[in-house]
């Protein structure tokens, strides 16, 4: 089946930084979404991304199919960006999303 | 507010029984889904459904059962063949667009087995 690989697993910034967060795919997919979810459990869907480039506030967010890879870039981080980013991928329109194991993001004040 | 609503929030189980996880969404959204997460893992999905009294199974359904009556709810039920039911719940929905289209999560249940 289809893998999803995050990079990098854990990351540790000083608030104000900027951060850039990959996720790599192994075959075409027709559907790709990036989640945070916050220390307390709670999924927040961020962007659905399944090509281009899309932005909201201090995020955005660009897959390149061609090339199997998305990346997240976060910028001047704030505290309540800590939590764990994931991307999930829909390779056959079957209802069935495929997560990676996500990239750990805490944010120092 | 539209939304999903899970309850409970925490819930403890002793082995043997069968426990159920209620999932209530308002957004008028076709498509909901069941997911499982484990400490420092991503999400896998147990069980969805597209429309009302039909619903698939996801990669890891043995030990869980789910039923679809209404639109707005999705319950779960972990049963005793479930064998290491311990994990965080959580359930989802979305329009249906004849793929996943945008997916909007509820709290979760952590489920405990003592």
């Known amino acids: 089946g289809i893998q999803v690989e995050q990079s990098p697993p854990d990351l540790i910034l000083q608030e104000g930084a900027n951060s850039t967060l990959r996720c790599n795919f192994s075959d075409s997919v027709n559907n790709l979404q990036w989640f945070h979810q916050n220390p307390w459990g709670q999924l927040i869907n961020l962007f659905y991304?399944?090509?281009?480039?899309k932005q909201n506030g201090r995020l955005s967010a660009t897959t390149v199919a061609t090339e199997r890879y998305s990346l997240l870039y976060i910028s001047s981080s704030q505290t309540t960006d800590s939590g764990v980013y994931f991307c999930?991928?829909?390779?056959?329109?079957?209802?069935?999303?495929?997560w990676g194991a996500g990239t750990k993001l805490i944010i120092k004040p | 507010d539209g939304g999903i609503t899970q309850s409970p929030k925490y819930l403890f189980r002793k082995e043997g029984q069968n426990v159920t996880l209620s999932c209530e969404q308002n957004l008028n959204h076709d498509a909901m889904y069941w997911y499982r997460q484990d400490p420092g893992q991503g999400l896998r999905l147990i069980y969805y459904s597209q429309i009302v009294n039909d619903f698939q199974k996801g990669d890891i359904a043995e030990g869980y059962s789910v039923s679809r009556e209404k639109k707005e709810s999705f319950p779960l039920t972990v049963t005793s063949a479930q064998k290491n039911p311990t994990a965080f719940y959580l359930c989802?929905?979305?329009?249906?667009?004849?793929?996943?289209?945008?997916?909007?999560f509820g709290p979760g249940t952590r489920l405990t087995v003592l």
């Open positions: 991304i399944p090509s281009g480039t």
């Open positions: 999930a991928v829909e390779r056959d329109s079957n209802y069935q999303l495929i």
């Open positions: 989802a929905s979305s329009t249906d667009r004849g793929h996943t289209d945008t997916q909007y």
